[in-house]
């Protein structure tokens, strides 16, 4: 029952805690985990759901979803957060909670917020309890727990992975906060512009938290006009979330991710860093940057340089751990790298070939010499072991007999090596000493004058 004082505190509270859904037909996004007939919605529906943790980036719904399954569960809730709690504080949970399970069959969830941030002496008073089913655990987290928490309670839990919200959902959120005269802004007269909310929505990254703090920074600080209308334009939005006015939208959205594409394509390293650039500060999440150079580690440059895809897949997990602003330029060197590698597109083709080669082969038998030694029917010795021949020069057919003569990597197109000066992939520097200090050789000093050095080798 609602008092007066819990009154006021709601009321008081910023517009993103009291815009917090209730029932699981409320909650906006993360299809892919509570979508009709995934798991957790199945789950909480029938009011089996174990211990869980909840992992993604900020303002994604983890907190709100956890909140949820506590208003649905007939069950008894413990909060925690990971930051002021400790291990006096959760065996005091326990210790009822297992009084109540043999007393009346109770079931008490632990919610835990930051449960990274838990240390192993944490971590390790719950383990028993989890196993148990004293308690039940629901932790969330902006942290990979398979890096940040201890093993075995990550092996206890299923880990549901939250994704940064999309445009169109975060969009929903903001209408439904102008237009709830109970919890949101619906009891002031609020006219955003056209394109003002998908503009808050593109900057916010993906965090509605975020962009409901920015909502009511703009609605709070506009003066209204003669008619009492409070008019949003996209630069009170600029200005709520601090961020520059950047036009962009739906189209131009997929237009400049094109554009960056192609560039890395084309082996031009200054337009992929600008239409990079120019994509995260119009609110584009880095990652959708970092999974399509990744994308383009393997499809073009492939096996040209397969440090390509390494130094792609980096930089992708080097910008989880880091953020924005530092994984921004371990981002852009990947951007860099993969458009100034040589280009080959040899294992693209050679998937599409192998495609066609095994939807239209009628007898795809295994070879005999191949075949498992229990069910071949020639000798063992039938099979040519490589390594008992020079240089692994033999004659030896691996293929179905009747695509034997196909090969997928045999072509007269070499890779594209851009080695000509004047071409953007063409990297010269020129150092003129390089002094290196070889601490076996008694600090001996070797020097390298007019060392030239083309594409990094």
Same mark, same amino acid.
């Given at each position: ?226 008619? =009492?209308? /409070?008019? *949003? +334009? ?5 200005? &709520?979330?601090?961020? #520059?006015?950047? %036009? !962009? ?77 530092? =994984?921004? /330029?371990? *981002? +852009? ?5 993969? &458009?100034?590698?040589? #280009?080959?597109? %040899? !294992? ?97 000093? !070797? ?11």
């Amino acid at each position: 029952m609602e008092t007066l004082f819990s009154k006021n505190l709601r009321e008081r509270a910023p517009l993103a805690d009291r815009m917090r859904p209730n029932k699981l037909s409320d909650f906006i996004g993360q299809e892919h985990i509570v979508g009709e007939g995934k798991l957790l919605s199945r789950a909480i529906k029938t009011g089996n759901l174990g211990s869980c943790i909840f992992w993604g980036p900020p303002g994604t719904g983890k907190t709100t979803l956890a909140h949820i399954i506590a208003n649905n569960l007939n069950v008894k809730i413990k909060k925690l957060n990971a930051v002021s709690s400790g291990v006096s504080d959760a065996k005091g949970i326990i210790d009822q909670a297992k009084k109540e399970k043999e007393m009346f069959g109770t079931k008490t969830y632990l919610l835990l917020d930051e449960c990274h941030r838990w240390n192993k002496a944490q971590s390790d008073c719950v383990l028993e309890a989890i196993e148990k089913g004293i308690i039940y655990f629901i932790g969330s987290t902006t942290e990979n727990p398979y890096t940040s928490m201890t093993r075995a309670i990550v092996s206890r839990c299923n880990v549901f992975q939250f994704k940064p919200l999309s445009v169109e959902n975060i969009v929903t959120i903001l209408k439904n906060a102008l237009n709830d005269k109970v919890n949101g802004l619906g009891n002031m007269k609020v006219a955003a512009e056209k394109g003002a909310l998908e503009f808050l929505a593109l900057k916010s990254g993906g965090d509605s938290r975020k962009a409901l703090c920015a909502l009511e920074i703009a609605c709070l600080s506009t003066e209204p006009n003669e008619n =009492g209308i /409070i008019n *949003l +334009t996209k630069s009170d939005m600029a200005e &709520s979330i601090q961020s #520059k006015v950047l %036009s !962009i939208d739906n189209d131009m959205h997929y237009d400049m991710l094109s554009a960056f594409c192609k560039s890395l394509r084309g082996c031009n390293p200054t337009a992929s860093v600008y239409w990079s650039r120019r994509l995260i500060d119009s609110g584009v999440d880095p990652l959708i940057i970092l999974r399509r150079t990744i994308v383009h580690a393997a499809e073009d440059v492939g096996m040209a340089d397969p440090m390509a895809l390494v130094v792609a897949t980096s930089a992708l997990t080097a910008y989880q751990n880091l953020g924005s602003p530092e =994984g921004e /330029i371990p *981002l +852009t060197e990947a951007v860099v790298y993969v &458009s100034t590698a040589p #280009k080959s597109n %040899s !294992i693209v083709e050679a998937i599409s070939m192998s495609k066609n080669d095994v939807q239209n082969t009628k007898n795809d038998s295994v070879p005999e010499h191949l075949k498992n030694t229990n069910f071949a029917k020639e000798p063992r010795q039938s099979y040519k072991y490589p390594y008992d021949f020079k240089d692994f020069a033999l004659d030896q057919e691996y293929l179905p007999a009747e695509i034997k003569d196909h090969n997928y990597f045999n072509h007269k197109k070499k890779p594209y090596i851009p080695t000509q000066k004047g071409h953007p992939c063409f990297w010269d520097f020129n150092i003129k000493t390089k002094s290196l200090v070889d601490e076996q050789n008694n600090d001996k000093k !070797i020097e390298t004058k007019g060392a030239k050095y083309d594409n990094r080798n």
